[in-house]
């Protein structure tokens, strides 16, 4: 060929830290506590709907690109009982291939190239990266410190004149940061002021810790008229590998969003659709306590066991990840700190280059903690050889 291989778009991006140390994990049969793989088993009902509608000819053909119609209706039931949100299964509801599927579809139909996107710091790898090859500018509001509080005026200091988006994450990844109502208030002045859209990525809703109450955004009466909100159902059914999520916008939005989805996936895979419609219909709402309630005893186990060794956790409020300073170690690179740690004690976790776009990324490291009880027992005992530094 007479032209170079690769795009422009493409250019600079590299697989993320996050796929590189579950490759580096593989390579020394080490302990995964870096992607967020979640190890937990399947609910039943979930597994048994999606199997039989494998068995059928009629549940494994494409479906519409907003999704089933059972599945969507479900959904709206949800978000009005448990996130006091009103969405139109007909035109408000999109079922992507995943909440990642859902980001990229959403900045494609409601962005244009040069548009300047605001991340807050630490951000999830993805917004940003998918961000880029949607040929957005990114733009950051500073990591605020282990407080996770969010200063409006931080987020005023960061808007741009191209700003056309805001992007939060809430549980957050990798923070385990949940907005309050008050900062989302803070939120839906500047988004206002500036007429921002505002995406939201609600994918851990239902990991939240300490008797915290997830606040959807788009619920507030000053933000549901420009957020786009993102969920999915790949952490709380454990199903990462089946990449399912749904999309929920005004009826204006939603309906762009759905074009750049069928245009990208055609639809989400439409038997796993049925499971994943089993998992709204059929599960006893103490599973959703259960769950909240397992997660909180691993959060709490990996913090003492990260505090034992010297490495202070960013305590999270939600979702299953903990950041870790790692400063006292004297190791200038997270990648560094990570690597030495995998060959060490043969536990993988991601560096924290991978969340931030200042320097500060380098005190820290991401542990993941959805995994199962027997691997993150192993995972901390192997941990607690670090108590004298390497």
């Known amino acids: 060929m007479t032209q170079s291989l690769g795009s422009r778009r493409i250019s600079g991006l590299a697989q993320s830290d996050i796929r590189a140390m579950t490759r580096e994990c593989v390579r020394v049969n080490g302990i995964n506590l870096g992607q967020g793989i979640c190890e937990l088993p399947t609910p039943a009902p979930v597994i048994t709907a999606a ?3 494998l068995a059928s000819q009629e549940k494994s053909i494409y479906s519409a690109a907003e999704g089933i119609a ?3 209706q479900a959904i709206a039931r949800k978000l009005e009982r448990e996130n006091r949100m009103r969405a139109n299964p007909d035109g408000e509801i ?3 291939n995943g909440a990642t599927g859902g980001y990229a579809a959403t900045l494609i139909a409601l ?11 630490p951000f999830y790898g993805y917004h940003l990266n998918a961000s880029i090859l949607a040929e957005l500018e990114p733009q950051f509001v500073p990591f605020s410190g282990v407080s996770l509080e969010i200063d409006e005026t931080a987020i005023r200091r960061a808007v741009r004149p191209n700003t056309r988006a805001i992007v939060i994450c809430t549980p957050a990844n990798p923070s385990g940061k949940m907005w309050s109502e008050g900062e989302l208030e803070h939120l839906a002045r500047v988004a206002r002021e500036y007429d921002l859209l505002v995406i939201t990525d609600e994918m851990y809703e239902y990991f939240r810790y300490d008797g915290r109450e997830h606040i ?3 619920s507030l009466a000053t933000l549901a008229d420009r957020t786009v909100t993102l969920m999915g159902l790949s952490k709380t059914f454990s199903i990462t590998g089946w990449r399912l999520g749904y999309v929920t916008a005004p009826a204006a939005m939603a309906e762009k969003i759905r074009l750049a989805n069928d245009l990208y996936y055609v639809c989400a895979p439409t038997p796993l659709q049925y499971g994943a419609l089993a998992g709204f219909t059929e599960l006893d709402p103490t599973y959703f306590v259960d ?3 397992e997660f909180q005893a691993k959060r709490d186990q990996i913090c003492e066991t990260l505090e034992t060794v010297g490495m202070n956790p960013v305590v999270p409020q939600g979702a299953y990840y903990v950041l870790a300073d790692i400063s006292r170690f004297g190791i200038a690179s997270s990648k560094d700190f990570a690597m030495k740690l995998l060959e060490t004690v043969k536990v993988a976790t991601v560096p924290g280059r991978a969340f931030f776009n200042s320097p500060i990324g380098d005190r820290y490291i991401r542990f993941c903690f959805g995994v199962t009880d027997e691997r993150l027992n192993k995972a901390c005992k192997q941990l607690r050889e670090l108590r004298g530094g390497f």
């Open 51 to 53: 199997q039989s509608a």
């Open 70 to 72: 059972p599945l969507r």
């Open 94 to 96: 999109i079922v992507a």
């Open 111 to 121: 962005l244009n190239p040069g548009d300047g996107i605001l991340l807050f710091e």
């Open 216 to 218: 959807s955004p788009a």
């Open 291 to 293: 769950l909240r309630n």
